[in-house]
């Protein structure tokens, strides 16, 4: 899962960062408006972490734009500005929650979680799709009930899979889900071709249906 931090303050940044790393999270900062700005209009992302004072402009400009280009990312507002108004303002606008500092990083990580499974899987802690089931707090996958032993990589695509079932995924997109902003310095994705290629091999070991479609020219497809 991609989240995105955009915040001024390095120290703090830098904190969220290594904590949702160590829980799993790939995660980007953006120090300033404009990089923000850039960012989403370039990636996507699960969760957007999102402070209102920006060097170089006003947070809420950015949820703006989100809701303008009808994004489905998840927005928690954070920001040492606990007033009502900024809060209410925030809400209205779309935001998901809001966070005032100072916080616990692990409270912070507990809201995160909360707002993908809502937004991605009904707000459920296990999905359970025909012989397949995953249970999101223990970060397992089973089939058949027998367990499957995925790597890191291969757990975020499946879920990132799920989450956009009969949609088609580029290679680019992809890339991108597991890499971040680096997939753009690479010469190609075939990285993800292994990763895709690896994953299908173990659900097909365990039993579970080909449901991941190789669109040719274009991608990846989850279709049941």
Not at 58 to 80: M, P
Not at 121 to 140: C, G, T, V, W
Request: aromatic share 10%; with cysteine; proline share 2%.
């Amino acid at each position: 899962m991609k989240i995105l931090i955009i915040e001024d303050e390095r120290e703090l940044a830098q904190d969220m960062s290594s904590f949702l790393t160590h829980e799993d999270y790939r995660c980007e900062i953006a120090p300033d408006f404009p990089t923000a700005w850039d960012k989403i209009h370039d990636y996507e992302y699960d969760c957007i972490l999102l402070d209102l004072m920006l060097p170089g402009g006003d947070g809420l400009k950015i949820l703006e734009e989100l809701k303008a280009l009808n994004r489905s990312e998840g927005v928690i507002i954070i920001s040492a500005k606990n007033a009502l108004d900024d809060k209410i303002r925030g809400l209205k606008l779309g935001a998901d929650d809001y966070l005032a500092k100072p916080f616990h990083q692990a409270e912070l990580a507990a809201r995160v979680e909360s707002i993908i499974r809502r937004k991605q899987f009904d707000s459920q802690n296990k999905i359970q799709f025909q012989e397949l089931s995953i249970d999101l707090n223990a970060k397992s996958v089973r089939v058949h009930e027998i367990e499957v032993i995925l790597t890191r990589k291969e757990y975020n695509l499946l879920l990132f899979f799920l989450g956009n079932k009969g949609r088609v995924l580029s290679k680019a997109a992809l890339a991108e889900h597991l890499s971040g902003d680096f997939a753009d310095m690479f010469d190609s994705h075939d990285f993800v071709y292994a990763h895709v290629k690896n994953l299908k091999r173990k659900l097909k070991e365990a039993g579970y249906g080909n449901y991941i479609q190789t669109i040719y020219g274009t991608g990846y497809k989850w279709e049941a």
